[in-house]
Structure formats: C-alpha cells, structure tokens
C-alpha cells in the first residue's frame, strides 16, 4: 500500500493561511485523494476529494476556503487553506480515496492550530 507523509501545518491566526502537503511513497497517477482532519475525540471528517482526473468536491464547511489539488509528476497532494477559524484546528490527514472510503495506509498527519 501507498504510505502517505502530511507536513506543512503550524499555529496560525484567524483569518491566516496554510499550504499542506502530502507525498506519497509511490505514484498517485491512479488514486483519487483526499484530505480529512480529526480532533480528539471526534471522528475523522472529509474536507476535500480530488479525483484522478482533477475534478474536486468539499463539504460545505470548507468550501470557497480550501483548495485541494495534485502534482502527479511529484506523488504530492496539496491542501491549500484560507481564511481559517478557530473551528478548522485539527489534525490533518491524507489518503487515496474510492467508493466513498480511504484506501492506503495513513500517516501521521500534521497539526493545524488556528488561534489568537
């Protein structure tokens, strides 16, 4: 399986913004991926899919802040973030994505912490 290593987040202010990103151990070229996040002791949420193709979707929460998008050439998978409030603290997380379900083997993830 496909082993994903998240970096790229940090404290940042409300209103602030972050670019994470995700390299993968072998080639993307196939998967469609996502970003989730997780706060201690809630469930893992989805916060964006991008497909193979490039077609992207995100949960209302994030939309119009968040953009997910792919560098196949460099196995890398980006988490583009603005605008962010306190409620986006979390850690982040990628993974390739099918039928609904993540699929490889997840990392440790990268902490966002958005405060003042």
């Known amino acids: 399986q496909v082993q994903f290593v998240e970096s790229g987040g940090g404290l940042v202010q409300p209103g602030g913004s972050l670019r994470l990103s995700c390299v993968a151990s072998g080639s993307i070229r196939r998967y469609h991926m996502a970003w989730y996040r997780q706060v201690p002791g809630n469930e893992r949420e989805l916060v964006a899919i991008?497909?193979?193709?490039?077609?992207?979707t995100y949960p209302d929460s994030v939309k119009g802040r968040f953009t997910i998008s792919r560098d196949n050439g460099k196995n890398t998978v980006y988490l583009q973030m603005d605008n962010l409030a306190p409620e986006d603290t979390a850690v982040y997380y990628c993974n390739s994505f099918d039928n609904g379900s993540p699929t490889g083997t997840w990392g440790r993830g990268t902490q966002v912490t958005v405060a003042s």
């Open positions: 991008i497909s193979r193709f490039s077609g992207t």
